[in-house]
Nanobody, 117 residues
Framework: QLQASGGGLVQPGGSLRLSCAAS????????MGWYRQAPGNQRELVAS???????NYADSVKGRFTISRENAKNTVYLQMNSLKPEDTAVYYC?????????????WGQGTEVTVSS
């Protein structure tokens, strides 16, 4: 229900744009987020965007990454600029929605980002 794409190998200082397409029934009412997990580390939140387009970023990516959503395409993007080796990780797309008192989380399959010279 979530399909992430756009990862790859990039040199330090370079840019990548990740995309995550979701089914309409999930996307419209969900806060969409990007998480990442580097080897040996826990999964961490990178950025999120609410259905009203309020955004939140991890301190480590502020000023370098931008999250956005295109509602007409049920797609969320993560523009990553000025990439650093420490950004190397598998990036996962997440949809989080609350229905009455229950929370639901959906995950994409992950896309790998490697920042290396």
């Amino acid at each position: 229900q979530l399909q992430a794409s756009g990862g790859g190998l990039v040199q330090p200082g370079g840019s990548l744009r990740l995309s995550c397409a979701a089914s309409g029934s999930i996307f419209s009412a969900s806060t969409m987020g990007w998480y990442r997990q580097a080897p040996g580390n826990q999964r961490e939140l990178v950025a999120s965007i609410t259905s009203g387009s309020s955004t939140n970023y991890a301190d480590s990516v502020k000023g370098r990454f931008t999250i956005s959503r295109e509602n007409a395409k049920n797609t969320v993007y993560l523009q990553m600029n000025s990439l650093k080796p420490e950004d190397t990780a598998v990036y996962y797309c997440n949809a989080h929605r609350v229905v009455i008192i229950r929370a639901y989380d959906y995950w994409g399959q992950g896309t790998e980002v490697t920042v290396s010279s």
